[in-house]
DNA sequence: CTCATTGCAAATGATTTGCAAGAAA
DNA sequence: TTTCTTGCAAATCATTTGCAATGAG
């Protein structure tokens, strides 16, 4: 857990990151809310988009968007790459080492002082590739 | 124009094409509709995101989607990259050859059937990497 | 004629925000 | 105490949708 001088540690923000961390899959606000609130049932949904927007803001962890896909979060703050069904939504890490595209060209890119890029692969999960 | 026996040809749809086939910015639906109103006044914002969404699944034009922004359209569909800056939203094409990131692994990635992949770069565009 | 399409307005749905009560430090 | 946080509910906002009227083929 992080210690920002201006952020306090309270129950809620513990057991978010804690439950976040211990999962693998990416969950949506909600997704991560559902499981929460079984140690929380007091915790409201908008506690828990607050947080994760605090946690992804602090860098603890990391915000992920496909699209116009509900948002996901991850735990894992190595760089990785993900890869995303396109009929059940579900997000998996990409275990390949990520890519660095910008070879040599850091500073200008098309008149754009470049800061980064990110690779996104999508597909059919394990599941949805074979019930179609 | 494409002519597919269930879409018939209006006005609206042709305007809106032609419009974004003239634009080298890849525009908002609701900026391309401020451009179409200009020739057709009775036009609907609705109607623009109807026309764009269907000339978008007829692959007549692309949708460009970039986390929680707002979606942008391209009329280009030659294969490229963009790039967006995070600071006033603008995108423009990157104008390098696209890459294959799937070398070889077409088929069977982390378990998925690997239907494709999405490289997108961000950074300060020309104006705003200047007036910070 | 038929039925895809439009204009309009209301509905969605994820995410955000205002506010008063509650709890870290 | 001080002020960051929470729970709750209302507000946002891009995008979608229902419906009756309109127009392309």
Do not use: W
């Not at 929460?36 to 946690?55: A, F, M």
């Not at 059940?88 to 754009?112: A, E, S, T």
């Amino acid at each position: 857990m992080k210690e920002h001088p201006l952020h306090r540690n309270t129950k809620q923000r513990q057991v978010i990151l804690e439950e976040l961390q211990k999962l693998t899959s990416h969950p949506t606000a909600v997704g991560l809310y559902r499981i929460v609130v079984r140690r929380l049932p007091k915790i409201s949904l908008g506690t828990v988009y607050r947080n994760l927007d605090l946690l992804t803001k602090t860098g603890v962890i990391q915000k992920l968007e496909f699209g116009s896909e509900e948002a996901r979060f991850d735990g894992n703050l190595t760089p990785h790459h993900h890869i995303r069904c396109v009929k059940c939504g579900r997000v998996d890490d990409v275990h390949r080492p990520p890519l660095d595209l910008l070879g040599g060209v850091k500073d200008d890119f098309n008149g754009y002082h470049v800061l980064g890029h990110r690779v996104e692969f999508f597909g059919l999960c394990p599941k949805c590739k074979t019930s179609l």
